[in-house]
């Protein structure tokens, strides 16, 4: 992929590397880029994450970040280091995406696709380099230990000034390939930074590589010049070593926590098989179906579209959208949803929709945008960084003049002691890999988190506000009774009824619209409009205005002894019919309430419908609270008003009526297949409904908390013990490499143990 391509466009030609070319190739792009929309209307900007290869820390983020800000077309530009994301918006009329990748390259980073990212011939190859890095320092670290070790047994005059010199010499020839082979990696980084006039974590790494080595080299080439005849070769190679052994170990427990994102956002195939009009088949990029095409799935892959079975029968797996891991009966005719598996024989399916219209496309924007968020917490920490770097080069150089006027000889060892050991790369991932594992571990179980930094306001919640219809009772309804005016035809009432509903995502509506054979006729209707929590109005052809929803909505009708959820439907002429409905609870609603209650969480229902089913349902699940016949103001104002008590609130909705109310509490979740408006304004979505997740995720964001509050304190008490240490000269640089490394694998071990 070495080979150079030649792209032109209106700002004239332009050679960049054909790795940098496919990021402008539209088809591949629609993978990884979406338009961005303000208030509906396209702005003609576009959102782009990718993966960033390179990078291990907060200050390659900002790097990246660096190189990016400012430059003309480039709207917005952040990376997440715990995750490698960047997430970047961009004007396509001013930039490409090749040209910004390419200034990226520059710093001595890559930008890939997600997808190409974690492929298995790209993730092989980085692994393969970086274990023969490994390699070459670990046997050089060996070979300069052997020649190193007579010096600290022997006493002195015991090996003759020749013996030593080779000894010497020796060593210095073998440090060669762990300095300029195994050390590429940090003085690329290095050197990108500088010249962006910054100072990186790996700075302070290369300056102390390079000086010890240089220091070195002038004893062995000069062993009675100003450096003495001390080396430090053994310090050299065994930190390296250390260094490169943690970030690989790193990596690999990096995977491990927020690779289970990736692992979830990456699950479509590649490629699958096409159906042509003679019957024949082609294998095609899946960024390159469309609607309406014929495809044949594989045993073990990932349904490449939202489609139908055309085939008698299928076994999937639907556990990225439900949460559950549990084989599923499809028959001919039934909807595959993209991302599901196909666990049984081949399957042939019908596309209906692909891209980004899919379920599985939402799922993954949700994701994504957590994995590019930096909590409150990680800018902090990333803020403390940058400047924490300077004072390490500060400090460094202080020590180095001050043991020099004390012992020259410890001088070098020492500033290159503190200039490794301070190094903050704990404290920039003591944050974001638990919040990533945590978040990793809850999409395994159909739990998405949109925002992370919910994890802090979902770990103070000590009270949790219900709405009941679709929340703790199921989100479908069945219809029945139904109360008629004299005269009025069930048929025609129910066709009316349904006309109206089945625009609406309401509990209420969904069931009216599911209560009509799919075969009845529905009569066309003009200017739909829908009072969101109220109900649905419209006009019929002839005029007549008619409307569906709850009393208040419909004014006056007769008094009828109907329990339960109902709508009524009304024209010119007044009341016209009550439709009743059976809705059943959610089979871990009470057990989901009974352990808020023991955890200290108090717990209310506040729902639109009348007193009598919403006091029935709280009493069934056990509720403290209830507020019953509430519009979606009255909710917001409730919500509201408690908080002002002190309460901290954690809304659990589905609704269209409540976005407000979902978008104001501390944090919130939507339930179930909640409305797109429920979903957009809440902190996490609970794909498979149950009421119980709601509780399990409260409970992981306290222990995320307590983890991340773990973390920082091992990352100063880390400091505060080991920067003393080099400063009085009781931690050679090698001890510093490896307490560096030790510190950062401790932080991501502690964290992962969320993901399990």
């Not at 960084?385 to 001088?411: C, E, H, N, R, Y």
């Not at 509990?507 to 109220?534: H, N």
């Not at 209830?626 to 589905?654: C, F, H, N, S, Y």
């Amino acid at each position: 992929m070495s080979s150079a391509t030649w792209l032109s466009d209106h700002r004239g030609p332009l050679t960049v590397n054909d790795d940098f070319a496919v990021l402008d190739d539209p088809v591949e792009q629609s993978a990884f880029t979406e338009a961005v929309e303000a208030e509906g209307a396209c702005t003609g900007q576009r959102e782009s994450v990718l993966v960033v290869q390179g990078m291990y820390c907060a200050a390659c983020a900002d790097a990246i970040e660096g190189a990016l800000d400012g430059v003309p077309g480039v709207v917005l530009a952040r990376v997440h280091a715990a995750t490698r994301r960047l997430q970047l918006r961009w004007d396509p009329a001013v930039t490409r995406l090749s040209e910004l990748a390419a200034r990226v390259g520059e710093r001595g980073y890559r930008l890939l696709p997600l997808q190409q990212a974690l492929s298995i011939d790209q993730r092989l190859r980085e692994t393969r380099q970086a274990l023969w890095r490994l390699f070459v320092a670990g046997f050089c670290m060996m070979q300069v230990m052997m020649y190193a070790w007579p010096a600290y047994v022997a006493a002195p005059g015991d090996i003759p000034p020749d013996i030593g010199q080779l000894l010497r010499w020796a060593s210095w020839v073998i440090s060669v390939p762990v300095v300029f082979f195994a050390s590429g990696p940090f003085f690329q980084r290095a050197w990108a930074d500088l010249k962006a006039r910054r100072i990186g974590m790996d700075t302070p790494v290369s300056v102390g590589i390079l000086v010890t080595f240089l220091v070195s080299s002038a004893a062995t080439f000069d062993p009675s010049g100003p450096w003495g005849h001390e080396v430090w070769y053994d310090s050299l190679t065994m930190f390296v070593f250390f260094l490169l052994g943690g970030r690989y170990l790193e990596a690999r427990l990096r995977e491990r926590t927020a690779g289970a994102l990736d692992a979830l956002i990456n699950r479509l195939p590649a490629s699958c098989e096409r159906e042509r009009a003679d019957g024949t088949r082609e294998t095609v990029s899946v960024r390159r179906l469309a609607a309406g095409d014929v495809v044949h799935v594989r045993a073990g892959e990932a349904f490449p579209g939202d489609g139908v079975l055309l085939d008698a029968h299928a076994t999937v797996d639907e556990a990225l959208l439900t949460g559950e891991s549990r084989p599923l009966a499809r028959r001919c005719g039934d909807a595959l949803v993209a991302g599901s598996l196909n666990l049984a024989g081949p399957a042939r399916m019908r596309l209906d929709r692909v891209g980004s219209d899919t379920r599985y496309a939402h799922i993954v924007r949700l994701m994504e945008r957590a994995a590019t968020e930096r909590p409150r917490l990680a800018e902090l920490a990333d803020r403390i960084a940058g400047p924490f770097l300077v004072l390490v080069m500060l400090a460094a150089a202080a020590a180095g003049i001050a043991w020099w006027q004390i012992d020259p000889s410890k001088s070098l060892a020492i500033a290159v002691a503190v200039l490794i050991v301070t190094c903050p790369c704990a404290l920039s991932l003591a944050t974001p890999a638990a919040m990533l594992a945590s978040a990793g571990a809850l999409a395994r179980r159909g739990v998405l988190i949109r925002r992370l930094q919910a994890f802090e306001a979902m770990a103070s919640v000590n009270a949790v506000v219900f709405d009941k219809t679709g929340t703790l009772t199921h989100d479908h309804l069945v219809l029945r009774d139904l109360h008629l005016r004299t005269g009025a035809d069930r048929t025609q009432v129910l066709a009316l009824a349904a006309a109206l509903a089945r625009g609406s995502l309401h509990p209420v509506a969904r069931g009216v619209t599911a209560a009509v054979p799919a075969e009845l006729s529905l009569p066309l209707l003009e200017d739909l409009r829908e009072e969101p929590g109220q109900g649905v109005e419209g006009r019929l052809p002839d005029g007549r205005r008619v409307r569906l929803g709850s009393a208040l909505f419909i004014g006056t009708m007769p008094e009828l002894d109907v329990d339960g959820p109902r709508t009524y439907l009304a024209d010119d002429h007044g009341w016209l019919a009550t439709i009743g409905f059976s809705e059943g609870l959610r089979e871990d609603a009470r057990a989901a309430v009974q352990r808020l209650r023991q955890l200290g969480i108090q717990t209310w229902l506040i729902s639109g419908d009348r007193a009598a089913p919403a006091h029935h349902v709280a009493q069934a699940v056990g509720v403290d609270h209830v507020l019953a016949e509430a519009t979606p103001e009255r909710k917001l104002q409730e919500v509201q008003a408690l908080q002002q008590r002190g309460w901290r609130i954690a809304m659990v909705g589905d609704g269209l009526n409540d976005g407000p109310v979902l978008a104001w509490a501390d944090a919130s979740f939507a339930l179930g297949r909640a409305a797109p408006l429920a979903q957009a304004r809440s902190d996490a979505v609970v794909q498979g409904g149950r009421v119980m997740d709601v509780v399990d995720t409260l409970l992981l964001a306290r222990r995320t908390l307590r983890v991340v509050r773990q973390n920082l304190v091992w990352a100063a008490v880390y400091n505060a013990v080991c920067i003393p240490l080099a400063l009085i000269g009781w931690m050679p640089p090698w001890l510093a490499g490896l307490g560096m490394a030790a510190s950062s694998l401790l932080v991501i071990a502690n964290a992962w143990r969320l993901s399990r």
